[in-house]
């Protein structure tokens, strides 16, 4: 009796701990949930067992494959979570080998996880880190997405610059028409969204300008390609200098989102209206291909720039390939100033061809705008590059511009440097730059935008004088200049010789010292 009581007893025992385990797992069951803007998962074929979460992909538009991945898992605070995915990626497995999926607590900051982990011979993907969550709910990803609603966010945020106005089609509003909308591939009511556009340019600048149109969102993964785009949109709307200046020699007509409803429906790559068709084939005014986003946005270009553009962006990312950001680049366009620029402050971009002959976002550029130069801009799901990374690429795609588009030293802003300009950079050797715009300081003189006339922004002019003009052009042109006032000499010493205390960078002091106007030359 003894012997059997205590085994009875040990028995109770054991599942009474079986059962305080299975309560604790069930009260902190992980639950998935991709409902919401821009997330996907196969929720049916997805589940938790304990800390291992199986997730299934949708296969819209790549039947047997997955090529989105978003998702919330709740109940995971204290967990160190794996997840799992086979590795039936579109393109092949193969393009997950150097992949690194991403997480969130707030769907803003991301984090790339610790171990990514292909297992070829199993056919699955594994991701986890090498520590436990640290908040009750957190989003994966396969790369760092773009809802929708973050279009919405930032174009109603930008659309209070002083340099951002609606197109022609928007009729007074950024708002130019809505998508379709319909039903998804999971039976999801998708509802239509607004479709925006807006122009960007310096108003106070009236002379003629530089006609630069910007395309993003055509399909629906490639999330990259905005967060470029908005890099780029944000560097033109602020108050750096060479921001400035390209606003004064160029005009932006932005596009932002295409395909709104497959970004919100977390599709592969198409459109919810027609979801079997690649909608960057179908850029063939009139029809569009029954695809009646696409038909607006490519409707609105025409009628807001005229059929009229000296350049033309299209923003995307290539999900699959890990070998670095490129441009998708018609041979006669490789050669463009542009894009050489572009190269130079981006050098590990990669130039490919393109044909032009699908009815892509590119050729309609070329095409239907008439655009001097076309591309397609390809970024890359690449291991380690978070926002900030694109925000920067964008911003060099605004500096590419500033440089060709202008030439350091032409104040007057006419297109030319020239004595007009000399007289204006001597003007400014007399003027106080504190409290200036950084564009009115350039107006000044300040030409490299350091707040200073310097002995520095002499040198830059003098430079891009005879760059421009030939050798010697310079002290040609000095030789038939007036002799400046006492003053100007005076302040043009002090300039030369970098004495000008303009703020607290410049702790040492400094006195005016005679000047002989010949050094000049």
Not at 186 to 199: E, K, L, Q, T, V
Not at 249 to 256: D, K, Q, R, S, T
Not at 300 to 320: C, E, L, R
Not at 415 to 431: R, V
Request: with cysteine; hydrophobic share 40%; proline share 4%.
């Amino acid at each position: 009796m003894k012997r059997s009581t205590t085994i009875r007893l040990a028995s109770i025992a054991f599942l009474l701990g079986v059962g305080l385990c299975c309560a604790s797992t069930l009260w902190g069951q992980i639950t998935l949930d991709a409902d919401f803007d821009s997330g996907s998962l196969d929720e049916a074929n997805s589940f938790a067992v304990g800390n291992l979460v199986t997730l299934a992909g949708r296969d819209n538009f790549n039947p047997g494959t997955w090529k989105w991945l978003y998702f919330s898992a709740a109940n995971v605070n204290g967990q160190q979570v794996t997840f799992q995915i086979d590795d039936d990626f579109a393109t092949g497995g193969s393009n997950l080998n150097q992949h690194e999926m991403v997480y969130s607590y707030d769907q803003q900051n991301w984090e790339f996880f610790d171990n990514n982990v292909r297992n070829s011979g199993a056919g699955t993907y594994t991701f986890f880190n090498d520590t436990a969550f640290t908040q009750n709910d957190v989003y994966v990803a396969y790369g760092l997405p773009y809802p929708y609603q973050r279009v919405v966010d930032h174009t109603a945020q930008i659309s209070t610059s002083p340099y951002v106005t609606p197109t022609l089609v928007g009729g007074g509003s950024f708002v130019i028409g809505q998508s379709p909308g319909g039903v998804d591939d999971i039976g999801r009511a998708i509802a239509p969204r607004d479709m925006f556009s807006y122009h960007i340019t310096d108003p106070a600048s009236a002379g003629p300008k530089v006609r630069i149109g910007l395309n993003g969102g055509t399909h629906a993964n490639e999330t990259l390609g905005n967060y470029t785009l908005e890099g780029l949109i944000d560097f033109l709307v602020s108050d750096e200098l060479e921001a400035a200046i390209l606003r004064r020699e160029a005009e932006f007509f932005v596009y932002p989102m295409a395909n709104p409803d497959g970004r919100f429906a977390g599709y592969n790559r198409s459109t919810v209206q027609v979801p079997d068709e690649d909608p960057n084939r179908f850029w063939d005014p009139p029809s569009y291909g029954g695809m009646s986003d696409i038909d607006l946005i490519g409707t609105a270009m025409k009628v807001d720039t005229g059929n009229d553009v000296d350049y033309f962006v299209d923003f995307h990312s290539d999900v699959t390939s890990k070998t670095g950001h490129y441009g998708n680049v018609w041979a006669p366009f490789q050669t463009d100033p542009f894009w050489l620029t572009l190269l130079q402050l981006e050098p590990s971009i990669i130039t490919n061809g393109a044909s032009l002959i699908d009815f892509t976002g590119v050729k309609f550029g070329r095409d239907e705008l008439n655009a001097e130069f076309s591309i397609t801009f390809e970024t890359e799901f690449i291991a380690g590059e978070n926002i900030d990374r694109f925000h920067t690429l964008g911003r060099n795609f605004g500096l590419a511009w500033e440089q060709v588009l202008h030439t350091r030293g032409d104040l007057d802003f006419d297109g030319d440097l020239d004595q007009q300009d000399w007289a204006m950079f001597i003007a400014g050797a007399e003027t106080d730059l504190s409290g200036m715009l950084p564009i009115e300081a350039y107006e000044s003189g300040d030409l490299d935008g350091d707040g200073v006339n310097s002995v520095l922004d002499f040198v830059i002019f003098k430079t891009a004088y005879n760059s421009g003009n030939g050798a010697g052009a310079f002290e040609r042109m000095l030789a038939g200049v007036p002799e400046p006032s006492s003053v100007t000499l005076a302040l043009l010493g002090c300039l030369l010789c970098g004495c000008r205390k303009v703020n607290s960078n410049h702790d040492h002091a400094h006195k005016i010292v005679s000047f002989d106007w010949r050094i000049l030359s």
